[in-house]
């Protein structure tokens, strides 16, 4: 399968295109930016040209992965999937439930696959977790994520959606409802508070009765940063442990695979920008929530 790359950062760079590079069975044809400069500086990086015509770029490729700003996201995967291209989609989706329905609209309309790259979904490690929670009754869990986004040696700290004071929701967010979702259920309510420093901390209930608490960060200390996953029930607490040595670049291979394989079985995947639309269905309700002071529904 012929892929384009549409963004020219570091993710887009060091992880989507590299990723795509060295993929045996999919092939890196052309990276695409804004700027034009970044975009050739990109795709000379993997060997590949890069541009600024998108329409071009998208007649010579069978799908996309997208590595852009999620204001930014809706227009193109909505362009690549009338053009007929498969999507290999960020977190999240969008940052509004309109634009998420809008994506995952054109998406069923062309009939094409898409995949929201959900880093864990896609570890070994993560697909183990969850099929003992599938063994377990679970009552709860837990999620929390502290990063150091914006300490100097961070390859976002220039990231402008990610200094909005919302965005530790909206950014790591997608990561803790990927996996507490399949485990506890779809989440129906949330109740949620923001810290002095930005931390924020949600509630989630979810269907049948569980509940689940996620705090997130983007300003935590370096010597607070770190992430922590585990559901409890009659098992006990089982801890997603960290998968030593494993990469973005090698979770996003296996995203590349797994797109490949729904749009040539025409299946739906886990992963699909439906459900990257129903999360941002439940990252808007715990944003009221947080706004309000008050639980809302999703």
Not at 48 to 73: E, H, K, M, R, Y
Not at 78 to 90: N, S
Not at 103 to 125: K, P
Not at 176 to 203: H, I, K, Y
């Amino acid at each position: 399968m012929r892929f384009a790359v549409l963004g020219s950062g570091f993710w887009a760079t060091e992880v989507h295109a590299a990723s795509l590079a060295a993929h045996p069975d999919a092939e890196l044809v052309g990276i695409w930016g804004r700027d034009e400069a970044k975009a050739s500086a990109a795709g000379a990086v993997h060997g590949v040209p890069g541009t600024t015509d998108l329409d071009a770029l998208l007649a010579d490729v069978d799908a996309v992965s997208i590595s852009l700003p999620p204001s930014v996201q809706p227009d193109l995967a909505v362009r690549a999937a009338q053009a007929g291209c498969h999507l290999l989609l960020e977190k999240p989706v969008a940052l509004s439930v309109a634009d998420a329905d809008r994506v995952a609209g054109a998406v069923a309309e062309a009939g094409v696959a898409s995949v929201v790259f959900l880093t864990y979904r896609f570890r070994d490690s993560t697909a183990a977790w969850l099929e003992q929670a599938g063994r377990s009754t679970l009552a709860g869990g837990s999620v929390t994520w502290l990063a150091s986004t914006f300490a100097s040696d961070s390859p976002f700290r220039h990231s402008l959606w990610r200094a909005e004071p919302g965005a530790p929701l909206w950014d790591l967010g997608p990561h803790a409802l990927s996996l507490l979702e399949p485990a506890l259920g779809p989440v129906v309510a949330a109740q949620g508070a923001r810290a002095a420093d930005g931390t924020v901390n949600v509630v989630l209930e979810h269907e049948g009765g569980a509940t689940s608490t996620v705090t997130v960060s983007a300003t935590a200390s370096p010597l607070s940063a770190g992430e922590e996953f585990w559901v409890h029930g009659d098992a006990g607490r089982l801890v997603l442990l960290p998968e030593t040595g494993a990469t973005a670049a090698q979770a996003h291979a296996v995203a590349v695979t797994e797109l490949q394989a729904a749009a040539l079985t025409g299946g739906a995947h886990p992963c699909e920008a439906a459900y990257g639309a129903a999360q941002v269905r439940v990252l808007a309700a715990a944003e009221r929530a947080v706004a309000a002071g008050a639980r809302q529904t999703v």
